[in-house]
């Protein structure tokens, strides 16, 4: 099967994302923001902590996030995940404290799914050129 200049930077592309994105979630790059002093017109809650994971929430099992995650490793297929979370959770001092997470744009990206994004040109470009004979 031989692939047009064309096809060969398109998958070059596509391969690439799909290493970054696996590499993210195994190398655990999550790149956190933490805003803790955010006000806000909720009476339900004494504070607000918002988070940002800019590419994934793995790696970021300590206490101070992942907070929505009581399943870590639950089943999901990326991209057909929750991107934002928000709830309230009980703080120091039994306070309840607003919490907003974005969980990244890799979040649960793993092996599963990158075989599969792999694969999928492949199979596309082996149909089409079976349609075209």
Known sequence: MTFSKRIKRILVVWITFHLVALF????????????HSIEINKPECSSSISYIYLLTTQG??????????KYPNEEKFW?????YESGIVTGAGNKEVCCEQFNG??????????????????????L???WVK
């Open 24 to 35: 993210a979630n195994l190398a655990g790059l999550n790149f956190r923001i933490a805003n």
């Open 128 to 130: 089409y050129k079976l």
């Open 105 to 126: 744009i890799f979040d649960y990206y793993g092996f599963k799914e990158f075989l599969t994004y792999l694969l999928l040109p492949f199979v596309i470009i082996l």
């Open 60 to 69: 970021s099992f300590d206490n101070s996030g992942y907070i929505f995650r």
């Open 79 to 83: 991209p057909f995940i929750t991107y």
